[in-house]
């Protein structure tokens, strides 16, 4: 027995539904990761979370936080200049990352820390998932 499968090309079927990377689908996914990862995020003045929100287009598939000290608030390590051994490096020196674990305020935000999607990830994962599965199926493959 032989059959014949006539279908749109596999590029097509996932623009259609949304699930391309500019696609509704991925829309919904960057701006749930959004309005979730302030939550893990460091809050002193709040204005790393107001410099991602605004940084971060949701209309492509990533998170943006991008300032000098961004880099060392993710990866929660003191980062210091080369030349002054300070954190107050100044202008143009080029710092690198000690091993002395950053204290995170838990005042504003209590799951703050370092790795914001890696803690995002463990503790909303799975709720995340349903949510997203939830809008897929809302959305009938349109």
């Known amino acids: 027995m032989k059959a014949t499968v006539k279908m749109k090309p596999t590029a097509q079927i996932v623009k259609r539904i949304g699930l391309d990377q500019s696609g509704q689908v991925q829309k919904f996914w960057t701006s749930t990761v959004l309005r979730r990862i302030i939550r893990y995020m460091p809050y002193q003045s709040g204005m790393t979370i107001k410099v991602t929100v605004a940084q971060t287009d949701i209309n492509k ?3 943006v936080t991008d300032t000098p000290y961004a880099r060392f608030l993710y990866h ?4 210091v200049g080369d030349v002054t051994g300070s954190p107050w490096a100044r202008k143009g020196e080029t710092k690198h990352v000690v091993d002395t674990p950053l204290s ?9 820390g370092p790795y914001w999607d890696r803690r995002l990830s463990a503790a909303e994962g799975n709720v995340m998932a349903r949510e997203l599965q939830n809008y897929i199926d809302r959305r009938g493959g349109r």
Do not use: E, H, R, T
């Open 61 to 63: 598939p990533l998170i």
């Open 104 to 112: 995170y305020s838990k005042a504003k935000n209590p799951q703050a």
């Open 76 to 79: 929660g390590k003191l980062m």
